[in-house]
């Protein structure tokens, strides 16, 4: 090969690669989805990856701040920031029997949940979303790191702790009770899976990129699903503590056909989850379409 072709040969290897930030949590399940892309194991098109992890609240406020092209969201803190975002088809988690527990030490009734001090995972989680329309009244709230909200409830510095992830499988055996199922609640009123968190990408993102990156966050998903113990050294590092049987529960809970597509159910629960909380005047009327088209 001529020295000319060679160097057009690199000048073109360069313009077709793109390297974009990507946020998301050390929890299993994002692990599980995200690892065939970020280490090369699926066909990336191209893409390449500047990987930030964090917990779900910080990457909600990276977003809020613009420092990620794509980032996990709780749907909560999307709905403030759909003029910047748009929600991929794939990644997201939703499903049946997964949402937050309202949790606590004591014996409390419903009607009382209104006085308790409660400790949330952040402002804008899903979960925090799904506790005010659940109860409405609660105002005695404090965001604490997800996994320092069993503590607070146990040594009495909290009546009450919204859990989430993996802590829904372990709370009893520390001797917590379920003061109520957020999820369950959800799914009572509107016959829907619930959604708690999704993939999204800036707007500013070229369309063909924004698509590239749902197919390849697809196979990533697929991969993922199709070979789970290829994944398992990447899960395992970040889950150091988590006891293995815990972790692929955690995995086979949030990782389902709605994470590979939304599909038209999904679709359904996403926007009935913006609309009811536009209707509670929870969060402010959306003026674009949520989703990649």
């Given at each position: 090969?001529?020295?000319?072709?060679?160097?057009?040969?690199?000048?073109?290897?360069?313009?077709?690669?793109?390297?974009?930030?990507?946020?998301?949590?050390?929890?299993?399940?994002?692990?599980?989805?995200?690892?065939?892309?970020?280490?090369?194991?699926?066909?990336?098109?191209?893409?390449?990856?500047?990987?930030?992890?964090?917990?779900?609240?910080?990457?909600?406020q990276?977003?809020?701040?613009?420092?990620?092209a794509?980032?996990?969201?709780?749907?909560?803190?999307?709905?403030?920031?759909?003029?910047?975002?748009?929600?991929?088809?794939?990644?997201?988690?939703?499903?049946?029997?997964?949402?937050?527990?309202?949790?606590?030490?004591?014996?409390?009734?419903?009607?009382?949940?209104?006085?308790?001090?409660?400790?949330?995972?952040?402002?804008?989680?899903?979960?925090?979303?799904?506790?005010?329309l659940?109860?409405?009244?609660?105002?005695?709230?404090?965001?604490?790191?997800?996994?320092d909200?069993?503590?607070?409830?146990?040594?009495?510095?909290?009546?009450?702790?919204?859990?989430?992830?993996?802590?829904?499988?372990?709370?009893?055996?520390?001797?917590?009770?379920?003061?109520?199922?957020?999820?369950?609640?959800?799914?009572?009123?509107?016959?829907?899976?619930?959604?708690?968190?999704?993939?999204?990408?800036?707007?500013?993102?070229?369309?063909?990129?924004q698509?590239?990156?749902?197919?390849?966050?697809?196979?990533?998903?697929?991969?993922?699903?199709?070979?789970?113990?290829?994944?398992?050294?990447?899960?395992?590092?970040?889950?150091?503590?988590m006891?293995?049987?815990?972790?692929?529960?955690?995995?086979?809970?949030?990782?389902?056909?709605?994470?590979?597509?939304?599909?038209?159910?999904?679709?359904?629960?996403?926007?009935?989850?913006?609309?009811?909380?536009?209707?509670?005047?929870?969060?402010?009327?959306?003026?674009?379409?949520?989703?990649?088209?």
């Open positions: 090969m001529a020295d000319g072709e060679f160097f057009r040969m690199l000048i073109i290897h360069d313009i077709c690669k793109m390297k974009l930030t990507l946020g998301f949590s050390p929890c299993p399940n994002d692990t599980f989805i995200f690892d065939a892309m970020v280490h090369g194991k699926i066909d990336t098109e191209g893409l390449e990856f500047e990987v930030i992890m964090e917990d779900v609240e910080a990457l909600n990276m977003a809020f701040d613009g420092e990620t794509i980032t996990k969201l709780s749907y909560h803190a999307y709905a403030y920031l759909t003029d910047r975002y748009v929600l991929l088809d794939s990644g997201s988690a939703l499903g049946n029997n997964c949402g937050p527990l309202l949790i606590s030490k004591k014996d409390f009734t419903l009607e009382e949940v209104d006085d308790l001090s409660i400790a949330i995972p952040g402002k804008y989680t899903t979960a925090n979303f799904l506790l005010s659940a109860f409405p009244n609660a105002r005695k709230k404090e965001e604490l790191l997800f996994s909200i069993e503590a607070s409830v146990l040594d009495g510095r909290k009546d009450a702790g919204l859990i989430i992830h993996e802590n829904r499988f372990t709370y009893e055996e520390k001797g917590l009770k379920k003061i109520r199922d957020l999820g369950e609640f959800w799914e009572t009123a509107t016959q829907l899976p619930i959604p708690l968190g999704g993939i999204v990408v800036r707007r500013d993102i070229a369309l063909d990129v698509q590239k990156v749902n197919r390849v966050l697809r196979r990533s998903v697929e991969f993922a699903l199709a070979n789970p113990l290829a994944t398992r050294y990447f899960v395992r590092q970040y889950a150091q503590e006891d293995e049987e815990v972790m692929y529960q955690h995995i086979g809970l949030y990782v389902n056909d709605y994470t590979v597509s939304l599909g038209s159910t999904g679709r359904k629960a996403v926007q009935k989850l913006f609309d009811t909380a536009v209707e509670k005047g929870i969060i402010p009327a959306v003026e674009v379409n949520l989703f990649l088209g």
